[in-house]
C-alpha cells in the first residue's frame, strides 16, 4: 500500500491543525513581558486584542500624568478605537483611582492622572472597541517602561488635548 508512507505526513498534518486553534499557542504574561512593544509601554492580551498600556514618566505642566492604551491585533496591526471607550483602574492596597479613556489617534485611548502610580500600583484596563460590545479586561502588574524600538517615533504626550480624558 502506497497510502502508508505518507500515514506519517498526515498524522503530522492533522495534528498542526488541531493545535493551531489551542490556547497553547496564547501569549502568556512572561512572553508578552518579554516582547517589544511598540510604545514602550506593558502588553496583556484581552479577547482578540492586545492592550498596550502605557504610563508617561512624568506630569505635564497642567494636563497631568498621560495614561494610553494602544489596541492592536495579535499580529500587532492597529485597530481602530475610534468609536471605542474605556478606563483604567489604578489598585494600590485600598486605594482605587480610576481614569476614563477616551478615542486619541487611530488605535489609542487616553486619559490623565494627577500624579503618576506608586511601585507596585496594579492596573485594570477596561475597553469596548466597538459600541454595544461588552468591554475586554486586562490586568498590568507592572508599570515601567521598556525600551522603544530604534527607529519608532515615541508618542508626543503633550499633543495629547487637554480634554481628552478625566479623572474620576
Not at 17 to 43: C, N, R
Not at 104 to 113: F, H, P, R, T
Amino acid at each position: 500500500m502506497q497510502l502508508s508512507r505518507f500515514a506519517p505526513l498526515c498524522v503530522a498534518a492533522a495534528w498542526a491543525a488541531s493545535t493551531l486553534g489551542s490556547p497553547a499557542w496564547a501569549h502568556d504574561e512572561a512572553t508578552l513581558d518579554a516582547m517589544v512593544s511598540a510604545h514602550g509601554g506593558q502588553l496583556r492580551m484581552a479577547g482578540i486584542y492586545h492592550f498596550e498600556l502605557v504610563v508617561a514618566p512624568v506630569a505635564m505642566a497642567g494636563q497631568g500624568v498621560t495614561v494610553q492604551v494602544y489596541v492592536t491585533d495579535h499580529l500587532g496591526q492597529n485597530i481602530n478605537t475610534t468609536q471605542a471607550s474605556g478606563s483604567v483602574s489604578f489598585v494600590s492596597g485600598t486605594h482605587r483611582t480610576q481614569v476614563s479613556l477616551s478615542p486619541q489617534g487611530d488605535n489609542a485611548l487616553a486619559g490623565s492622572l494627577a500624579q503618576r502610580p506608586k511601585p507596585g500600583t496594579q492596573a485594570v484596563v477596561s475597553i469596548a472597541p466597538v459600541p454595544g460590545q461588552a468591554p475586554l479586561q486586562a490586568r498590568f502588574t507592572r508599570l515601567q517602561a521598556k525600551p522603544i524600538p530604534a527607529g519608532h517615533k515615541p508618542t508626543n504626550h503633550a499633543e495629547m488635548p487637554k480634554d481628552a480624558a478625566h479623572q474620576h
